[in-house]
């Protein structure tokens, strides 16, 4: 029987690009003639057929040479001829066979074969390959979706190992090469272990490609949508650009052109250009983007070497601070030198002027006028309530919502690299936690370090030394560093005289032009405005002044709209129809002479003062009661003249007992405002002997002097404002230190004329100016005293006759 199977001589049908396995059905195209032939050969004679791989797909009519030499015996299942005269055909392979003889002819080539038998070895191995087979196909499967899940169950059924790894083999994606050496590989146990290496090969590199894969299908997708939505985002950006004009390219091409024209300091300019590239990379309608838009703008608003020509014409200068302000006759002068020491170099040199005085005096007005004088640009920046260094120095931009300090804020809108900067308040100035604002305006104000000021915003220096600080201040409480580097010019305020000529020259021309009224249709008498002064304001300045003339003003207005009349005369006589009754009595001093009560000169915030003192002897253990809302250092002063008058007792004519028997109650009326300093001591004094000696005080005296407890009187300071207080209160004669008579000299001559003032360097004559009579010495013998007490406690009865 296998001599009859050697022998079989069949048709071949050469296969290209395809391995036929036993057990295998698969549809095949034939289209080579000799093909063809064979086929329909076998087909008249129902015979098999050999398919044998072509060792080149390429090559249309193979040789022997051409074709391997193992092959797979089988049979035609179906055959279909195509119209375009190929056949398609269903074969099955049967059985491997190995080819002994080729015989090629012109019709077709047929072969001389013997079937191959395969070593079968029902082994353990085999049965563990298999399982592995099957799960690595089972994989192989998964990733590999040409395979479906039907043939992967078929294939599991499959009993007969050979066929199962003939099954598998058939289904792999490996090289034709490959493929006929699995069908000439007999041994079965080679053949599974060599279909497992392939499988794992294949199943390992199938697993990288579909990563390949999936990774190139994020990639895809990801550019995809970034392109879809940068699209997008254009057309809303060209939608918004139709709206206002904003937008992402045109907005930084405008920034472009900005930085061109501006003339950043190198420093400046390097920045930009750095924070210009970052914004030219980033999505413009990003956060970022904005904060460093917003920076850019910034720097890019304040102003870089733009200068306003400055007027070097001091006679001009002069003559513009005259039109402006009356009288300030040496400020002017002051301000006016240094203007001239200003004009000769191009940097703002020299300590910087501090304007010191009460409210209302025309500081902040001055520094207007300076601006005016010289042609700068003017800044006012009002430092009172600030205590936060970034208010001054600005944020750092890691903040949100952070902005360049109020200097550079300032800049921005002046637009010049010169104006005259007005940091009004400066002993308004606060200090806490947040950091020590002083410390920012140390670096602003020092010439020598703010030519590269840093505000934490911009972070590059700028240049502030082309600026002309002026800075003002109600009161020399001044940050002692501060003040180092100011010149302070002291303006006292002004005298009755000066108030009228100034409501008269400046105020009053104000007022109608506020209330669009003129000359003709609205005037005012001179003793009107100096009942205005005298009855409705009282203070150093002339702000309380200039509102009720703007008052005035108004109601003027009001009835010469209301009874159609052509003009109106305000006159001392019909003021009081206007503003309703007198505020304040002019002349606060007493009608009559009084014991304990005293005139004393104080100097406050808002100018000088007089104050009212005091005191009364009420039952007690002589303590020093004091009321009024007084400082520490002002109940300190009281404290030392009672010790100094118990001291000094008998020489007053006070008899000693009376310090057990009764409590001094010192009082300073209008306790509403603060009072404090060393400067009332004589007025205590004076109050504490008049009330225990019982000599009254003449009420047309003031005094004002520090005390010593040896009874010397100190100087004070504010003396040109108190003597102000005391010529408006209607005081006659004022006591005052020897020390200060220095000072004298800066007092207008017309308020000197107006006051008898005595120079006092001890207690005893400021007592002789004040008292209505000089208290007489008692002769006290203190041993005496003492005994009769002692009698007093051994006998009870005496309580009654004292
Ligand atoms: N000598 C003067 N001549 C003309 N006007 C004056 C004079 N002094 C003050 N004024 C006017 O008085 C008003 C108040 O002055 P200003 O506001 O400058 O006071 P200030 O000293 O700054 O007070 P404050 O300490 O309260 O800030 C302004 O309208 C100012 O023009
Ligand atoms: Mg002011």
Redesign the pocket.
Known sequence: MLEEIKNVNVPVLPLRNIVVFPNMVVPLFVGREKSINALEKVMDKDQELLFLAQKNSEIDDPVINDLYSVGTKGKILQLLKLPDGTVKVLVEGIQRCKVEDLTITENFISAQITPLEEKLSKSKTISALVRLTISKYEDYSKINNKISSDVLSSVKDIEDESKLADTIASQINISIKEKQELLEEVNLEKRLNSILTKLENELSVLQVEKKIRRRVKNQMEKTQKEYYLNEQMKAIQKELEDGDGEGGSGDIQEIEERINKTKLSKEAAEKVDNELKKLKQMSSMSAEATVVRNYLEWILDIPWGKKKRIKKDLKRSQEILDE?????EKVKDRITEYLAVQNRSSKVKGPILCLV??????????GKSIARATGREFIRMSLGGIRDEAEIRGHRRTYIGSMPGRIVQSLKKVKTTNPVFLL??IDKLGTDFRGDPSAALLEVLDPEQNNAFNDHYLEVDYDLSQVMFVT?A?TMNIPPALADRMEVIRIAGYTEEEKIE?AKR??LP?ARINNAITEKEWSISDDAIQSLIRNYTREA???GL?RELNSLGRKAVKEIAIKQSDSLNVTSDNIVDYLGIKKFRYGKKENDDLIGVVTGLAWTEVGGDILNIEAVLVPGKGKIITTGKLGEVMKESIDAASSFVRSRAISYGIEPPVFQRKDIHVHVPEGATPKDGPSAGVAMVTAIISVMAEIPVKNDVAMTGEMTLRGRVLPIGGLKEKLLSAVRSGIKTVIIPSENDRELSEVPKNIKDKLDIKLVSTIDEALELALTKKPDAIEWDEKAWLAEQKNIKNDPSSFTSH
């Open positions: 402006d302000h009356y009288g300030l005085g009460p409210p209302g005096v025309g500081k902040t007005s001055l009004d308040e003002t109600n100034i400046h105020l104000k300045g002339v702000r200039e």
